[in-house]
């Protein structure tokens, strides 16, 4: 499954009025990398093309797992992620993360999924929350199954331990 998320819909959502745009879309990239890493997504981020980042045809980086791009001039990022859909829904399951309604709308014409910027936050939440109780479980498996053995072995040497005390 392909994530396809409308950028700058998805900053919005958190930019602090104190925060540059540039610095905004650095802390989104970077914080967003880390949540896809750790579940195992596949993203592409789209952004509206910006002054630095203008060019003829869209500039993409690689920021393992994130695939960021940037429409190119004269392209909105609404624009580029439907032609994306239009070439790329044929080839795989695609979810749109966007709150934009008209870019919902549009999209609904090819086989997608679409989703919102808070419905996108929630799993996200849900996953972590299931993490979370997954290493709990774990942990107490771990406990469950060990700690009696450690305090057989802990038994086992303080007795070693005080029969060498006497024994000296």
Known sequence: MLYLIDGYNLLFKFKSRKQTLKDAREFLIHALGKLVSDHRLKVKLIFDSSLDMAHLFPSKS?????????????????????????YQSRKQSITLVTSDAGLAQ??????VKVISIDQ??????????????????VKEDYENTFSPLFDFFLELFEKKSSKTKDGE
């Open 106 to 111: 549009q999209a609904k014409q090819w086989p």
């Open 120 to 137: 996108l936050i929630d799993t996200f939440s849900q996953k972590e929350s299931l993490k979370s109780e997954r290493q709990s479980a």
């Open 62 to 86: 690689q920021r393992p797992p994130l695939e960021i791009i940037f429409a190119p001039y004269g392209v909105s990022a609404d624009d580029y992620l439907i032609e994306l859909i239009s």
